[in-house]
């Protein structure tokens, strides 16, 4: 079973920067896309950054596009999301996700990392 740990979330004044990582353990992890995800109180959860783990190839929200940047460390099995220009609308709790070959969404998910940027 692969499991994924988001780290790297906290409180930071609207401006600032912090960098969440997502660690995968578990069985050989080969996955064919990984992503972050956020959902703030009272709304869906919404899309935010993926990656193609084999090419690297990124997409991003509208919403973050230019701010965020997502990467990966492959000897590491590990995805990061920097996230730079923080707005109290980026309040959320974020979360990792994996996408295995085969598979038509998203099917292991991370427990959350809470972000909260003050105005």
């Known amino acids: 079973q692969v499991q994924l740990v988001e780290s790297g979330g906290g409180l930071v004044q609207a401006g600032g920067s912090l960098r969440l990582s997502c660690a995968s353990s578990?069985?050989?992890?080969?996955?064919?896309?990984m992503g972050w995800f956020r959902q703030a109180p009272g709304k869906e959860r919404e899309f935010v950054a993926t990656i193609v783990w084999a090419g690297g190839s990124t997409y991003y929200a509208d919403s973050v596009k230019g701010r965020f940047t997502i990467s990966r460390d492959n000897a590491k099995n590990t995805v990061y999301l920097q996230m730079d220009s923080l707005k109290p609308e980026d309040t959320a709790v974020y979360y990792c996700g994996a996408r295995a070959y085969g598979q038509a969404a998203y099917n292991y998910w991370g427990q959350g990392t809470q972000v909260t940027v003050s105005s």
């Open positions: 578990g069985r050989a992890f080969n996955p064919y896309q």
